[in-house]
């Protein structure tokens, strides 16, 4: 019986290593780009709630996209469609907008057409090689430069068992108005499910749900070929700083 209880003993310190494995940011981050790295295309549809206000000014911004992304080679392409309706009010002033954009990478170029109230405009930019919606090691790494890291209890997210990573700005005064966020990971899947930027006082300021995600389903390839609407001109900026791929994170606009 005392060898049985020994034993058994042993057993439980033995296996609380491989138990608790996954509760640190190494892991966890580890677990979060294997999973990534295994992605061929992703599709889902990203809604954001955004609210900044302040004694004298108040800004809110609604946004909801869909978004499909393909692996070919080494490049991800991928197509972003968005409707943003936002608001904006100084004093009694009060200016409201709806915007729709559409961004095309064909693994070449980064492309972005813009309609507001009517008026359509059309660039071409250099691609971009981050891809942030896809949780990679480049991904972790760009966010580490500017942040610390910090891994929080799991949680639910759209139904999902989550990885929850706490970001804190290492420099306060980048980021005067949202002093962390909050990312949470499909523990299944590795996808980024939500993201919440938090003020000062810790509310939420900012809500990215992205919501019907699937993952490695087959896109044709011409939703990656960009067509400018009749009559639009295309102003050629690949000379300019490489467009901003569309993300799942509240960093003032996966």
């Given at each position: 019986?005392?060898?049985?209880?020994?034993?058994?003993?042993?057993?439980?310190?033995?296996?609380?290593?491989?138990?608790?494995?996954?509760?640190?940011?190494?892991?966890?981050?580890?677990?979060?780009?294997?999973?990534?790295?295994?992605?061929?295309?992703?599709?889902?549809?990203?809604?954001?709630?955004?609210?900044?206000?302040?004694?004298?000014?108040?800004?809110?911004?609604?946004?909801?996209?869909?978004?499909?992304?393909?692996?070919?080679?080494?490049?991800?392409?991928?197509?972003?469609?968005?409707?943003?309706?936002?608001?904006?009010?100084?004093?009694?002033?009060?200016?409201?907008?709806?915007?729709?954009?559409?961004?095309?990478?064909?693994?070449?170029?980064?492309?972005?057409?813009?309609?507001?109230?009517?008026?359509?405009?059309?660039?071409?930019?250099?691609?971009?090689?981050?891809?942030?919606?896809?949780?990679?090691?480049?991904?972790?790494?760009?966010?580490?430069?500017?942040?610390?890291?910090?891994?929080?209890?799991?949680?639910?997210?759209?139904?999902?068992?989550?990885?929850?990573?706490?970001?804190?700005?290492?420099?306060?005064?980048?980021?005067?108005?949202?002093?962390?966020?909050?990312?949470?990971?499909?523990?299944?899947?590795?996808?980024?499910?939500?993201?919440?930027?938090?003020?000062?006082?810790?509310?939420?300021?900012?809500?990215?749900?992205?919501?019907?995600?699937?993952?490695?389903?087959?896109?044709?390839?011409d939703r990656f070929t960009f067509k400018a609407p009749e009559g639009v001109t295309v102003m050629d900026m690949t000379s300019q700083q490489p467009a901003t791929p569309p993300s799942d994170k509240p960093e003032g606009g996966k």
């Amino acid at each position: 019986m005392k060898r049985f209880t020994i034993l058994a003993a042993w057993l439980v310190c033995a296996c609380l290593p491989v138990a608790f494995a996954a509760d640190t940011l190494e892991s966890v981050e580890k677990a979060i780009v294997e999973k990534n790295e295994k992605l061929t295309s992703i599709q889902f549809r990203s809604v954001t709630n955004q609210e900044l206000s302040s004694p004298q000014f108040t800004m809110k911004t609604d946004s909801e996209s869909t978004v499909e992304a393909a692996k070919k080679g080494d490049v991800w392409m991928f197509r972003a469609e968005a409707k943003t309706k936002s608001s904006q009010k100084m004093g009694d002033q009060e200016t409201k907008s709806d915007q729709a954009t559409l961004m095309v990478c064909d693994g070449k170029f980064n492309y972005v057409l813009s309609d507001t109230a009517g008026q359509k405009q059309a660039m071409k930019m250099a691609m971009s090689q981050d891809v942030s919606m896809i949780s990679n090691k480049k991904f972790f790494d760009q966010l580490r430069k500017d942040h610390e890291l910090k891994l929080l209890a799991d949680e639910k997210a759209e139904g999902k068992d989550a990885w929850v990573v706490e970001a804190t700005p290492k420099n306060a005064a980048s980021s005067p108005m949202m002093s962390k966020m909050k990312f949470y990971f499909d523990k299944d899947s590795g996808m980024t499910v939500q993201v919440i930027g938090l003020n000062a006082e810790g509310k939420p300021m900012s809500t990215t749900v992205n919501k019907d995600i699937k993952i490695n389903a087959s896109i044709p390839d011409d939703r990656f070929t960009f067509k400018a609407p009749e009559g639009v001109t295309v102003m050629d900026m690949t000379s300019q700083q490489p467009a901003t791929p569309p993300s799942d994170k509240p960093e003032g606009g996966k």
